[in-house]
């Protein structure tokens, strides 16, 4: 079965710094990655997806990711934070199998941004 | 745009009660998804659909059932609410397809008392 860990439940950055969030993922399969970010009181929204197109995937909000197999990671990156990207970042794989497919989440990252 | 409308954004519920939470989306999704969030724990399926009629258990069925009558709605039912379920619930849908994205409601904070 597929699983997603991502490291540090909580990241603080300085407005203006860069924004690294860790997502390491298991699978027995070629996988398709997603990041979603969560704003209070709201429901998850798509940052950006890996579906092997190419490994350095860009998204909404000047965020992108890498996506490494020898690692096994797709950590996502902003080069400078800003204090709207203050969130919850999740991290999620895709699993399928007979006649469905489902999204298994990681923990999720807390991310605050101080002036 | 997809557009998933869970029918309620906060709801006050008594213990014993017997809760529907309703979800509707707008896309012809086959899949739909019921979710519910804690702090600390992250999202944690509770049931999800494939088809109209049909259900499978995610990973904390308990105390919780569900109905898809319709393809676009899909209702989460709490036969008799606990405090224990006090929570974020979230709902999703998805396109059949390993390379797509879900698409979720803005949730519902429902507070059993």
């Known amino acids: 079965a597929q699983s997603v860990t991502q490291l540090g439940s909580h990241v603080s950055v300085s407005e203006g710094a860069l924004v690294l969030l860790r997502c390491n993922y298991s699978?027995?399969?070629?996988?398709?990655l997603f990041w979603y970010v969560q704003y209070p009181n709201q429901g998850l929204q798509l940052l950006l997806k890996y579906t092997s197109a190419a490994t350095l995937v860009k998204g909404i909000n000047g965020f992108e990711a890498e996506f490494k197999k020898s690692e096994t990671s797709f950590h996502l990156t902003k080069p400078s934070a800003h204090m709207s990207d203050a969130a919850e970042y999740f991290c999620a794989v895709s699993e399928g199998s007979g006649g469905y497919n489902k999204l298994i989440f990681g923990a999720g990252t807390r991310l605050a941004v101080h002036p | 745009d997809v557009k998933v409308t869970q029918s309620s954004r906060y709801l006050v519920k008594r213990t014993g009660e017997k809760v529907f939470l309703e979800c509707v989306q707008d896309m012809d999704h086959e899949n739909m998804f019921w979710y519910r969030q804690d702090p600390g724990l992250g999202l944690r399926l509770i049931y999800f659909s494939y088809d109209v009629k049909m259900k499978e258990k995610g990973d904390i069925p308990e105390g919780y059932s569900v109905s898809r009558e319709k393809k676009e709605r899909f209702s989460l039912i709490l036969e008799s609410a606990s405090t224990n379920q006090t929570s974020m619930y979230l709902c999703a849908s998805m396109v059949w397809g390993l390379n797509q994205p879900q698409h979720f409601g803005d949730g519902t904070r429902l507070s059993i008392l």
């Open positions: 699978s027995s399969v070629p996988p398709y």
